[in-house]
């Protein structure tokens, strides 16, 4: 089968390719990615030689690009990660966020309905169903759980989510969705939670923290939600949605306490600064249903899965600097001079 994997020069979907070129040969993955400022091709340039795999530069939001590149490559399966990802920019800036989540999955499902294709499969987030309350722990979201988003971020996801089940019921698009809760581990851009701290604390710096640190978010190890991911497309029944969760809820000030405890750093570093506007309260997933209906189970418990990913970015501090210098947003461009990057 071939597979369009958009967004994968991101963390989530960067993560996804190195997992499935690796197991699944004889499937062949197209990587679509625009490189925004999140994209890095440094986290998917050891992709390249592999005989599943190539990278394809270009924009989901781009309607005629897309055609063409469908037109060509005859895919089977679309999974779309590409997104404007991060809360703090969305208030910023909404527009970029409605233009690429919402306007940039139209278009794709555009040309999954034209060229006919097997599966389209979004990546949502749990925050389309919005926050729980601090003091009800035994809440939690369910599939089912109404929509009620508080970011324009969020509110962009949902919308994506809408428009997908729409073209589910009105066209007939064999559509799947996922969604998740907050994830961690290697290739995540030092602009969240988790590698901003552990980036800060390597250098000794401050490290800043909404609030008084008391919301809390359910983390989980890329690699568990990649694998729910890859199951639902192969196994998942069409128009349904899954939720997946880490069942690890921890608040932002334990998360960052322990990162700074495992790197021997001294917690006087953290200094709370003026709260997120809008700041989600509680984030927790059931994911009994992915459970029981495609005997998804998590492979990282939450000790050793953040244990590795702080070794993991102790062990790649050029892979930060890079980013922070801004040379990996040369890394494509010096690719493409050197070797013979494939088009479509
Ligand atoms: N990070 C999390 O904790 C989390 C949790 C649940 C769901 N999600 C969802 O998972 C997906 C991936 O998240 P991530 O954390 O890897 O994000 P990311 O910001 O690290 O990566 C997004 C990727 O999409 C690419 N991109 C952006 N706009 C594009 C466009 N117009 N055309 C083509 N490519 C474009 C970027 O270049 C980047 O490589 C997103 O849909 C996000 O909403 C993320």
Redo the contacts with the bound molecule.
């Keep these: 089968m071939k597979f369009l994997i ?10 996804y390719l190195h997992y499935v070129t690796e197991k699944y040969k004889e499937d062949f993955f197209v990587c ?9 091709y440094h ?1 998917i340039e050891m992709l390249e030689g592999k005989e599943n795999y190539k990278f394809v530069k ?5 309607r005629d690009f897309i055609d063409a590149l469908f037109k060509s490559e005859h895919f089977d399966i679309v999974i ?7 809360v703090d920019n969305s208030i910023k800036n909404p527009a970029i966020f409605l ?3 919402i306007i ?1 999955t139209e278009v794709l499902m555009d040309a999954c309905l034209k060229y006919g294709i097997k599966r389209f499969h ?6 389309v169903y919005g926050d729980l309350p601090l003091n009800r722990p035994s809440l939690l979201f369910h599939e089912d759980t109404p929509i009620k988003t508080s970011s324009p ?1 969020s509110t962009s ?1 949902a919308s994506a989510d809408l428009l997908v089940m729409a073209y589910h019921r009105t066209y007939g698009l064999p559509v799947t969705i ?7 581990g290697p ?3 030092p602009e ?1 939670l988790i590698p901003v701290v552990i980036s800060k604390a390597l250098k000794n710096e401050k490290i800043p923290v909404y609030g008084k640190g008391e919301n809390v978010r359910d983390w ?1 190890h ?1 690699h568990d ?1 990649n694998v729910g991911v890859d199951l639902i497309v192969r196994m998942g029944k069409v128009g349904e949605i899954y939720n997946l969760g880490g069942h690890s809820e921890r608040t932002n000030l334990e998360l960052v306490k322990l990162i700074l405890k495992e790197l021997g750093t001294s917690e006087d570093l953290i200094t709370f600064v003026e709260d997120r506007k809008g700041h989600d309260l509680r984030y927790a997933i059931d994911s009994s249903k992915i459970e029981k209906e495609l005997g998804w189970t998590r492979e990282y418990s939450f000790d050793e899965g953040i244990r590795k990913t702080i070794d993991w970015y102790f062990n790649h501090q050029d892979w930060i600097k890079d980013i922070e210098t801004l040379e990996y947003q040369k890394a494509y461009q010096e690719k493409k001079q050197t070797s013979l990057s494939k088009t479509f």
């Design positions: 958009t967004g994968g020069a991101g963390f989530i979907g960067s993560n679509l990615d625009a490189l925004t400022y999140a994209g890095n986290n270009g924009d989901i939001t781009d779309n990660f590409a997104a404007e990802s991060h233009n690429t989540n940039g979004q990546i949502s987030t749990d925050e971020y996801k996922s969604r998740c809760s907050n994830n961690y290739y995540q851009f969240k989980i890329v939600h």
